[in-house]
């Protein structure tokens, strides 16, 4: 029987691992749902790295078993193997293809990342923009952003003349000589460094939050409402002006794929367009203290005229009560405050969760 030659079988295993990689890119369901415009950049990476991935779990896997069953001892073969000393070829094989694979991939999330606003995240302070395809020395210097919070307002402004500038742009512009034209820098359109000054450029709705230990307060600057909860229109361009009062917090919505620091005398941004009606969560990614976990609140995308409707409805709720509790500090509670609503979900009531209390 003649023996199928080593390139065809070679090139035969190289065309299955390529279709099971496709396949397992496409349908390893490890992401949750999409529901932002930024979230398409993020899967279309995730996608490429699990592809690549499994293609090297294959090559590398299949080979050792296939190496395991056909070079496997044989009985009663008591002798050494050949000695193999090295072989560079092979060598500069496998360590040139994944040099190149990481090299590859870096770049491809570098312009993720960029695309995203992750190399100018300082723009919302300093609001710089394109005018006529250039940026304007003028856009440099905008109105102060307020960031209202329970504890009053905070104040986000672009620096005035003289003043020493926060991002490369603006050192930039500084540094060029007069009546030069400066170049055009694209705005991100999502993400971290999506900022707010072109007029054609502005967002739908702005949103103050302010991440608290250990709850989030949403805060409508052109309709004054204060809320626990995200409320959004789907579609439309959204602004997140992110601070923290007291220590670090993180504003994460998996489904948006978007995550922001909240620093505390510090605003940042955080730009999206929701793409799905629902309700997704809202999680804190840092560590800020004994109830961190619980530092969880719900961003609810309804569509126009439900938000409108949620607006107009809360516009004359909190006229009515003005001093109505949006948020409680759990610091501030008692054990038995704190735990009860969990208590109540798990059928446990208010005297056996006091003598739980009394036993400790």
């Given at each position: 029987m003649k023996q199928i030659p080593a390139s065809l079988l070679t090139l035969t295993a190289g065309i299955l691992i390529t279709l099971i990689s496709l396949w397992v890119s496409q349908h390893h369901g490890l992401l949750p749902e999409q529901a932002s415009e930024a979230a398409v950049l993020v899967d279309q990476l995730f996608d490429v790295m699990v592809m690549i991935a499994t293609a090297l779990f294959l090559v590398v896997i299949g080979s050792i078993l296939l190496f395991c069953f056909r070079y496997r001892r044989a009985p009663g073969d008591e002798g050494d193997g050949i000695p193999i000393e090295g072989n560079l070829p092979l060598e500069v094989f496998w360590t040139a293809i994944p040099a190149v694979l990481v090299i590859g991939l870096g770049v491809y999330s570098v312009q993720v990342f960029q695309e995203m606003g992750g190399f100018d995240p300082g723009s919302i302070h300093v609001g710089h923009g394109i005018m006529g395809g250039a940026v304007s020395h003028e856009t440099t210097h905008e109105t102060t952003h307020e960031m209202h919070s329970g504890?009053?307002?905070?104040?986000?402004?672009?620096?005035?003349?003289?003043?020493?500038?926060?991002?490369?742009?603006?050192?930039?512009?500084?540094?060029?000589?007069?009546?030069?034209?400066?170049?055009?820098?694209?705005?991100?359109?999502?993400?971290?460094?999506?900022?707010?000054?072109?007029?054609?450029?502005?967002?739908?709705?702005?949103?103050?939050?302010?991440?608290?230990?250990?709850?989030?307060?949403?805060?409508?600057?052109?309709?004054?409402?204060?809320?626990?909860?995200?409320?959004?229109?789907?579609?439309?361009?959204?602004?997140?002006?992110?601070?923290?009062?007291?220590?670090?917090?993180?504003?994460?919505?998996?489904?948006?794929?978007?995550?922001?620091?909240?620093?505390?005398?510090?605003?940042?941004?955080?730009?999206?367009?929701?793409?799905?009606?629902?309700?997704?969560?809202?999680?804190?990614?840092?560590?800020?203290?004994?109830?961190?976990?619980?530092?969880?609140?719900?961003?609810?995308?309804?569509?126009?005229?439900?938000?409108?409707?949620?607006?107009?409805?809360?516009?004359?709720?909190?006229?009515?009560?003005?001093?109505?509790?949006?948020?409680?500090?759990?610091?501030?509670?008692?054990?038995?405050?704190?735990?009860?609503?969990?208590?109540?979900?798990?059928?446990?009531?208010?005297?056996?969760?006091?003598?739980?209390?009394?036993?400790?």
């Amino acid at each position: 029987m003649k023996q199928i030659p080593a390139s065809l079988l070679t090139l035969t295993a190289g065309i299955l691992i390529t279709l099971i990689s496709l396949w397992v890119s496409q349908h390893h369901g490890l992401l949750p749902e999409q529901a932002s415009e930024a979230a398409v950049l993020v899967d279309q990476l995730f996608d490429v790295m699990v592809m690549i991935a499994t293609a090297l779990f294959l090559v590398v896997i299949g080979s050792i078993l296939l190496f395991c069953f056909r070079y496997r001892r044989a009985p009663g073969d008591e002798g050494d193997g050949i000695p193999i000393e090295g072989n560079l070829p092979l060598e500069v094989f496998w360590t040139a293809i994944p040099a190149v694979l990481v090299i590859g991939l870096g770049v491809y999330s570098v312009q993720v990342f960029q695309e995203m606003g992750g190399f100018d995240p300082g723009s919302i302070h300093v609001g710089h923009g394109i005018m006529g395809g250039a940026v304007s020395h003028e856009t440099t210097h905008e109105t102060t952003h307020e960031m209202h919070s329970g504890a009053g307002v905070m104040m986000a402004q672009a620096p005035a003349e003289g003043a020493i500038a926060t991002d490369a742009l603006s050192e930039m512009l500084a540094e060029l000589p007069n009546g030069a034209e400066p170049p055009a820098i694209p705005i991100p359109r999502y993400g971290f460094g999506a900022n707010t000054t072109e007029e054609d450029r502005r967002p739908d709705l702005v949103v103050n939050v302010t991440g608290m230990q250990y709850a989030w307060l949403f805060n409508y600057p052109q309709s004054g409402i204060m809320a626990g909860e995200l409320h959004i229109p789907v579609g439309k361009d959204i602004q997140l002006n992110i601070s923290a009062q007291d220590v670090i917090h993180s504003f994460w919505v998996p489904q948006f794929r978007l995550k922001q620091d909240a620093l505390p005398g510090q605003s940042a941004g955080l730009r999206f367009v929701a793409t799905k009606v629902g309700t997704y969560p809202v999680v804190c990614a840092e560590l800020c203290g004994s109830y961190h976990g619980g530092m969880r609140t719900q961003v609810i995308v309804h569509p126009q005229d439900e938000f409108d409707e949620w607006l107009q409805q809360n516009a004359i709720a909190q006229q009515q009560n003005p001093t109505q509790t949006v948020a409680v500090n759990p610091a501030d509670l008692s054990n038995g405050d704190y735990l009860a609503p969990y208590a109540q979900e798990m059928g446990v009531n208010a005297q056996v969760l006091s003598q739980l209390h009394s036993s400790f």
